[in-house]
């Protein structure tokens, strides 16, 4: 498989969309809210296709005067899934937050999501906090962190 990453474009808005309604049960984000994320939003997306198909995207938040990044969503295509395209993002994604002079990456996600834990508990994320109720179907989640690596060479 060859997968390009790239930044996200407002003209990738429906096939975002698309990906969200497939990616995930439930917590969706609308359209209205992928646009603003990909508009106005203090924010970074990037997503990863193959021949201009999308199979993932992930998206990083900031705040000024902030060296927090928050990894908003990250998303893969249930036919993707397996084949390395969370690890590329999230790679992306730490790299991005980096040069936006991040020095900690935080996430929460869902804590019966035992493949997204595994992937971000290789990836150097450890356990922060637990949230009760903290999806809209009462799932509970987890807050992860990873601290950043500014010496790290980025690829």
């Known amino acids: 498989m060859t997968v390009m990453l790239r930044p996200a474009l407002p003209r990738d808005l429906d096939a975002l969309f698309h990906l969200e309604q497939v990616a995930f049960s439930g917590d969706r984000f ?4 992928l646009w603003h994320l990909l508009n106005r939003a203090h924010a970074r997306t990037l997503v990863a296709e193959e021949k201009q198909c999308l199979l993932g995207y992930g998206c ?5 005067r902030s060296q927090r990044a928050r990894l908003y969503s990250l ?3 249930p036919d993707a899934r397996g084949g390395g395209v969370g690890r ?4 992306a994604l730490e790299a991005t937050a980096l040069a936006h002079g991040a020095e ?11 493949i997204a834990l595994g992937l971000y508990r290789r990836m150097g994320f450890r356990l922060e ?3 009760d109720d903290y999806y809209e179907d009462g799932c509970a ?4 962190r990873k601290p950043l690596d500014a010496g790290r060479t980025a690829c």
């Open 30 to 33: 609308n359209r209205r809210q």
């Open 75 to 77: 998303g893969v295509h």
């Open 129 to 131: 906090r637990w949230l």
């Open 141 to 144: 989640g987890w807050q992860m």
């Open 60 to 64: 990083l938040l900031f705040r000024r």
């Open 88 to 91: 590329a993002l999230v790679e």
């Open 104 to 114: 900690e990456m935080r996430l929460e996600v869902r804590a019966d999501n035992r």
